[in-house]
């Protein structure tokens, strides 16, 4: 019983620090440079529109490797399956970054109030 309290706090804390380096970074590379001059609602706008949506990728990504390595006896299985696995976090990873970048939300600057 105390693994599953131990892996509850795992995912919580990946979920959490992922959510704050995406947020982080979303912001300082499309809104502004300097995180004090967005306000507090719009961090938070785009802390649950794009923080939680890309911290799921590392979070499930960990969930499932941290399942099969404890499913799974036969080595061989075993490493193709972690490797698929770390190929497909990969190319997630890649996928939301170059979504990120490249989508325009109709205007970036969309999080930040007109009244600046």
């Given at each position: 019983m105390k693994a599953i309290y131990k892996l509850i706090l795992c995912i919580i804390l990946i979920l959490t620090i992922s959510t704050i380096g995406i947020t982080y970074w979303y912001i300082s590379n499309h809104l502004l440079s300097n995180l004090s001059e967005v306000s507090l609602p719009s961090i938070i706008n785009i802390l649950i529109q794009i923080g939680l949506v890309g911290a799921l990728i590392p979070t499930i990504s960990f969930f499932l490797i941290y399942s099969a390595v404890k499913m799974i006896s036969n080595k061989l299985i075993l490493t193709f399956l972690?490797?698929?696995?770390?190929?497909?976090?990969?190319?997630?990873?890649?996928?939301?970054?170059?979504?990120?970048?490249?989508?325009?939300?109709?205007?970036?600057?969309?999080?930040?109030?007109?009244?600046?």
């Amino acid at each position: 019983m105390k693994a599953i309290y131990k892996l509850i706090l795992c995912i919580i804390l990946i979920l959490t620090i992922s959510t704050i380096g995406i947020t982080y970074w979303y912001i300082s590379n499309h809104l502004l440079s300097n995180l004090s001059e967005v306000s507090l609602p719009s961090i938070i706008n785009i802390l649950i529109q794009i923080g939680l949506v890309g911290a799921l990728i590392p979070t499930i990504s960990f969930f499932l490797i941290y399942s099969a390595v404890k499913m799974i006896s036969n080595k061989l299985i075993l490493t193709f399956l972690i490797i698929s696995l770390i190929l497909l976090v990969i190319t997630a990873t890649y996928m939301f970054i170059l979504y990120m970048t490249f989508h325009e939300f109709n205007n970036p600057i969309q999080f930040i109030p007109n009244n600046l």
